[in-house]
């Protein structure tokens, strides 16, 4: 069986380690093609080691690093959270587990589809379908009035295999988390979203100047070479009444 090679990370280096997959008897080539890139994955390997729960973590760590989205104190929804590894920095980043005394504590709201196992210092909502208007209204009831500081969004529908359904469908996700961010958002407020790249992204990112101060496009070092995924980063929500129609 072919071995492949896998980065290891510890605090002061990196190096080589071989890996053999295992277990691959009687799977399928596209799952023997995860497997095999999982293994290969340096920070897969991370993320366990960091205890985040998936590799996505590193994300939201390097858009955060560069753009300063998140401070102690804010007030956080993450969209398409499972499995909480968005959530786990939040959290961390928000001091909304109030592990510093010295720092204002912030307030994490974590809501998927899919089930999200408990994260201290974020409110759960499993099996919600952020799209439905009671989904979208829970949330507000659970803010009690609090104004958000930041929307982050890493959803994405299931994929068809038809690229320009899946492409209209992504955009219709971003431009709901948008709507809903103006609707609940405190002036200075950012908002991260997930696409993938198509020709609707100027418009999209059209739009979301007219509300924003700063809006870019952000390819992580983590998002994998042949993901056509990215992120629009908007910054200092401008608040509506300082729009200008």
């Not at 295999?161 to 955009?171: A, C, F, H, N, Y």
């Not at 002036?187 to 609707?200: E, R, T």
């Amino acid at each position: 069986m072919a071995s492949i090679q896998i980065r290891k990370f510890s605090s002061t280096t990196c190096y080589l380690a071989k890996i053999i997959p295992k277990n691959l008897k009687g799977k399928s080539k596209s799952s023997q093609e995860w497997l095999t890139r999982q293994l290969a994955d340096p920070y897969v390997e991370k993320a366990k080691m960091m205890n985040f729960r998936c590799r996505s973590a590193f994300k939201l760590l390097e858009i955060d690093d560069k753009y300063k989205i998140l401070k102690p104190g804010d007030v956080v929804i993450d969209c398409g959270a499972s499995p909480g590894s968005w959530s786990q920095i939040a959290v961390d980043r928000t001091n909304a587990n109030g592990k510093n005394e010295k720092q204002p504590k912030g307030a994490v709201f974590s809501l998927d589809l899919l089930h999200i196992h408990p994260i201290e210092g974020a409110t759960i909502f499993s099996r919600t379908d952020f799209t439905k208007p009671e989904s979208q209204l829970r949330l507000k009831t659970a803010l009690n009035g609090r104004p958000v500081n930041c929307v982050l969004s890493d959803m994405a529908p299931n994929a068809t295999g038809v690229r320009v359904l899946d492409q209209e469908t992504i955009t219709d996700l971003c431009y709901m988390v948008l709507r809903f961010s103006l609707a609940m958002s405190a002036v200075g407020a950012n908002l991260v979203v997930k696409i993938w790249d198509n020709s609707a992204v100027p418009k999209l990112e059209e739009d979301m100047l007219k509300f924003y101060e700063k809006v870019k496009r952000v390819k992580p070092f983590s998002s994998r070479s042949d993901s056509a995924e990215h992120f629009m980063v908007a910054r200092n929500f401008k608040g509506l009444e300082n729009v200008k129609t």
